[in-house]
């Protein structure tokens, strides 16, 4: 970005400067596994496009307006937005507990009259913006203090507790490994993370015996033993592995996937989207996907690393983190490698939620780097 220093002080860009910054790269690689995700819905809809892709497409349109309008705001509005946002959503969360609606047996959304809000969601955007700015104000010295990690750990832990009582294994899961994932970056000792992954450990007994539901024990206890259940609890994973091995080295081609066409693979177009695209595109299909989503990781870290403010650093790890974050725990789930938790595939799994939450954190990268050569002190002042 062209920066003029007038005085000493920056000079803020002007609207078209920022949009002529952006980084197109990144945003043509969403684009293309936007598109994916909108062929594979057409095609799991038997070819009506009317249905699944036009939706997902509409979907996505609006959530990459949201994205760019979030990239074009200056980085330090999200700093002074990044606490009150964080206790906004956790107000939200605790709303669920007694106002939430209820569906499919889960109390995970809460109505607001004109919308139906799954604050959970957006707790993963606002945890990694409250923990930016949290440690954008200490040094690594400070970070590495022990009385610095109970104000976060607390700020972790208390969304946790209320997303897991909904219950949400998966959505619980992000928001623990994102908000980690920020603590290691940000410089906490790493002898705290080895202590804490023992005590997980330990902890995952006491977990399935009490804060656990049923089924999600049975998830677990089926992904240690699939065959187990292979017509109840482990139907999906052992219909999802044979669909994989069925599609080969090409695939079986557009709407020619049997196991997604004759209903054997549950939730084809969510949880189990890179199955059907594995079916009828073949190992090269979904190593191209793959290959797609590791382009936006490097483009991401890349544009967290050329950050000259330590919160726009955090905020791009952290985001580029919980991508990582969905894109591996939905991929291992369908190969047998991790239980069923429910995380969608982003921008190519169907859904709203999902889709507005990963284009709103990528929406953030960009701001980062459209404000990289922006220096702000601890305090937040621009210099």
């Not at 992904?223 to 219909?239: I, K, S």
């Amino acid at each position: 970005m062209s920066r003029t220093v007038r005085s000493g002080f920056y000079k803020r860009p002007t609207l078209w400067q920022r949009a002529n910054d952006m980084h197109w790269m990144l945003l043509t690689t969403i684009c293309l596994i936007a598109g994916i995700g909108v062929t594979m819905l057409y095609s799991v809809a038997l070819g009506d496009f009317s249905s699944l892709a036009y939706t997902q497409l509409t979907r996505f349109g609006v959530s990459l307006c949201v994205m760019l309008g979030v990239a074009l705001v200056h980085i330090r509005v999200w700093w002074q937005l990044s606490y009150p946002l964080y206790f906004i959503v956790l107000a939200l969360l605790i709303a669920v507990e007694f106002i939430g609606v209820t569906r499919g047996g889960a109390q995970r959304w809460v109505d607001l009259g004109f919308m139906v809000l799954q604050p959970s969601e957006l707790m993963k955007i606002a945890l990694i913006l409250a923990l930016a700015r949290f440690y954008h104000a200490r040094d690594g010295l400070a970070a590495r203090q022990y009385r610095q990690l109970i104000v976060p750990a607390l700020m972790i832990a208390i969304p946790c507790a209320l997303v897991v009582r909904q219950p949400d294994l998966g959505t619980t899961l992000l928001l623990a490994m994102g908000g980690v994932a920020i603590l290691f970056v940000a410089g906490v000792r790493a002898r705290l993370f080895a202590i804490a992954a023992v005590l997980t450990i330990i902890a995952i007994p006491v977990g399935l015996n009490f804060f656990m539901k049923d089924y999600q024990v049975e998830r677990v206890m089926t992904f240690l033993n699939p065959e187990r259940d292979p017509l109840g609890a482990g139907y999906h994973a052992n219909q999802s592995m044979i669909a994989l091995g069925s599609g080969g080295l090409t695939g079986k081609g557009l709407m020619q996937g049997t196991q997604t066409h004759l209903d054997f693979l549950p939730e084809k177009q969510t949880d189990f989207i890179f199955t059907a695209l594995a079916e009828e595109f073949g190992f090269m299909g979904g190593v191209t996907l793959i290959g797609l989503y590791l382009l936006v990781l490097v483009y991401a870290y890349k544009i967290a690393l050329s950050s000259r403010n330590h919160f726009g650093r955090l905020l791009a790890i952290g985001m580029a983190t919980t991508l990582f974050l969905y894109v591996f725990i939905n991929i291992a789930m369908v190969m047998g490698l991790a239980p069923v938790v429910g995380v969608p595939l982003p921008l190519v799994s169907y859904g709203g939620s999902a889709m507005l939450t990963v284009m709103v954190g990528l929406g953030f990268v960009m701001s980062v780097h459209l404000h990289r050569d922006v220096l702000m002190s601890r305090q937040g002042h621009v210099r």
